[in-house]
């Protein structure tokens, strides 16, 4: 499994999967990926890109999925199945895989949100208002750090991985 950046779409194939933050729009060139699996063909993926500065992959190699945050736009895609896909936020900063595997959490802008290994999202909290950084996850519970802007001030947070609620 693995996901490569293109320098642009071929005018002359292979036809791109169109992934989107809702609002399709194929005529545009967007993020453009060839993804590959170890199941089947690889293929191009023209991803449309969010509002965020932050653009990466995270393999999560159990799942069988690689997380896309292109320019903010965060995804969710299956390498083996271009179809399947899914779209999250439009300011992703960053993506963790638990340790355990089984649930993946994305930090946006402002929150934290608990993916299952389907695709589901399991929860979504608020924590802050410019940037949400995940220190780490331990014993069930989320270590990290949250922006409240103004004045520019980070706090620590500690959640419960499980319901995404306060841990004290």
């Not at 089947?40 to 799942?63: C, M, R, V």
């Not at 989320?142 to 609620?165: E, T």
Request: glycine letters at 10%; a negative charge.
């Amino acid at each position: 499994m693995k996901a490569t950046i293109e320098a642009g779409l071929s005018g002359t194939g292979p036809i791109p999967i169109h992934i989107h933050m809702g609002r399709p729009t194929p005529w545009s060139e967007g993020f453009v990926v060839r993804f590959e699996s170890e199941t089947g063909p690889s293929w191009i993926g023209n991803l449309q890109t969010g509002y965020g500065y932050a653009t990466k992959f995270i393999e999560w190699n159990i799942a069988n999925v690689i997380f896309v945050i292109a320019e903010g736009a965060s995804y969710f895609i299956r390498p083996g199945n271009p179809e399947d896909w899914k779209f999250f936020d439009d300011l992703g900063i960053d993506c963790i895989i638990t340790p355990r595997g089984n649930i993946a959490l994305l930090s946006t802008y402002s929150d934290i949100i608990a993916i299952s290994m389907n695709g589901v999202e399991q929860w979504r909290r608020t924590v802050a208002i410019d940037g949400v950084e995940i220190k780490i996850v331990e014993n069930g519970l989320i270590y990290g750090n949250a922006c409240i802007d103004p004045p520019d001030v980070w706090n620590q947070f500690v959640l419960q991985l499980h319901s995404g609620n306060d841990a004290k």
